[in-house]
Each structure stands twice: as structure tokens, then as C-alpha cells.
């Protein structure tokens, strides 16, 4: 899933959408997770996805700020084998927030979307650039960034607060709980997106 020439675009899975509720444009949280590792959207496991997911809505629900140094301090990147293995989220000894969305993603790879930037300028949209520059990587990275957690000296007070509030919780959380409470958040609050894909 390289670089080609035509018009500027990346690839999705059909699953983010249909099973995560992820939605386009990708929100600034999801946008800074992967500029941070350094991937493309496809690069990252759908499991690691609905992590990014319910996070946000789990915040959202808490009235937290969703604060990616936050959720780095609980999960650690594990990288599949190069040059085209997938990246996926691991809570490590201490565990992450979330269960698994499946035990087995199979054959998610054989779905996908092909999204393209048809007549985008880059200096004026804003759903998909910054500045004149992708919010993310759009295409496969041959050589992403891994992490093991944040350094907590890293974090400001309120996000010490925020992971020690997390850390309190019954963990592991689980995650189609979590990702089923959103819809109702977003009618309570009037936020569906207008780039809203499936319902």
C-alpha cells in the first residue's frame, strides 16, 4: 500500500468503519496518535484502532480532555515484521484500558477503501492538511516510531490526575461497551458529524 501516482489518497479498512465508528475527517487525536508513530491509517491494527477510539469516548463520557500523552502512558507499540508489518497496540505488564474489539480480525485486510483527495487544495482544506501539510501520514511508513509508554515526568499535573483517575477504573474496560455508548453521546449532545460515512 505505497506511494502512486494521481491524486493524493490513503487507504482505510472497511471494518474501522463499520465496527469502530470511525469517521472522516479523522479527529486531531487520531491525527496526532499517528503522526506520533509515524504511520499511514492501514498501518495501524483494528484492535489498536477501537484502543483510539474508545478512548476518546470514554474521556468524552468522563469529561476529560482526550490528551494523547494520557493514553500513551498505558499502552506500548509492537511492530509486525518489516517491511510491511502491521503496528499494534499492547498494554504490556501493567495492561491497557480496553479489551479486544476481536480475538481475530481475519481477512480485514481484503476490505478496504481506497480514499482520494480529488481537487484538494492543500493550502485551504482543512480537513485533511495543516498549514499546507497532511495532518498524517497518508502513505505506508517503511520505518515507524515505536514507543513503550510516556515518560510520566513528561506529563503535566492535570494528566497525572487523568491517568491516575483511569488507573482507578475497573481495568480492562470493555470495548464494544464503551464504542456503543458514543451514539448515544452524540444524540444527547447533537455532535453527528456531517462526514458521518455509515450510520
Known amino acids: 500500500m505505497g506511494k502512486s501516482t ?3 489518497h490513503f487507504y482505510v479498512y472497511q471494518c474501522f468503519f463499520r465496527d469502530l ?6 479527529t486531531q ?4 496518535f499517528l503522526n506520533y508513530i509515524n504511520a499511514a491509517p492501514s498501518q495501524l491494527h483494528p484492535n489498536s484502532w477501537d484502543f483510539l477510539r474508545a478512548f476518546q469516548v470514554l474521556c468524552t463520557m468522563l469529561g476529560m480532555e482526550v490528551s494523547l ?3 500513551l502512558s498505558f499502552y506500548q507499540l ?5 517491511p510491511y508489518g502491521v503496528l499494534s497496540l499492547n498494554g504490556g505488564k501493567d495492561g491497557g484500558l480496553f479489551t479486544l474489539y476481536s480475538q481475530s480480525y481475519k481477512n480485514y485486510r481484503q476490505e478496504f477503501f481506497w480514499v482520494a483527495l480529488v481537487d484538494v487544495d492543500p493550502s485551504e482544506d482543512g480537513a485533511f492538511y495543516f498549514g499546507g501539510l497532511p495532518k498524517f501520514p497518508f502513505y505506508w511508513c517503511p520505518d515507524p516510531s515505536g514507543f513503550n509508554r510516556v515518560d510520566p515526568s513528561q506529563l503535566t499535573a492535570p494528566e497525572v490526575a487523568a ?3 483511569l488507573k482507578a477504573l475497573p481495568r480492562p474496560l470493555d470495548v464494544k461497551l ?6 448515544s453521546l452524540h444524540r444527547g449532545r447533537g455532535l453527528e458529524s456531517e462526514y458521518l460515512l455509515f450510520s
Open 178 to 183: 464503551i464504542l456503543s455508548l458514543e451514539s
Open 78 to 82: 509492537k511492530s509486525g515484521v518489516p
Open 29 to 32: 487525536f487520531e491525527c496526532d
Open 21 to 26: 465508528g470511525v469517521r472522516l475527517p479523522f
Open 6 to 8: 494521481g491524486s493524493l
Open 69 to 71: 500523552r494520557v493514553f
Open 163 to 165: 491517568v491516575e483517575d
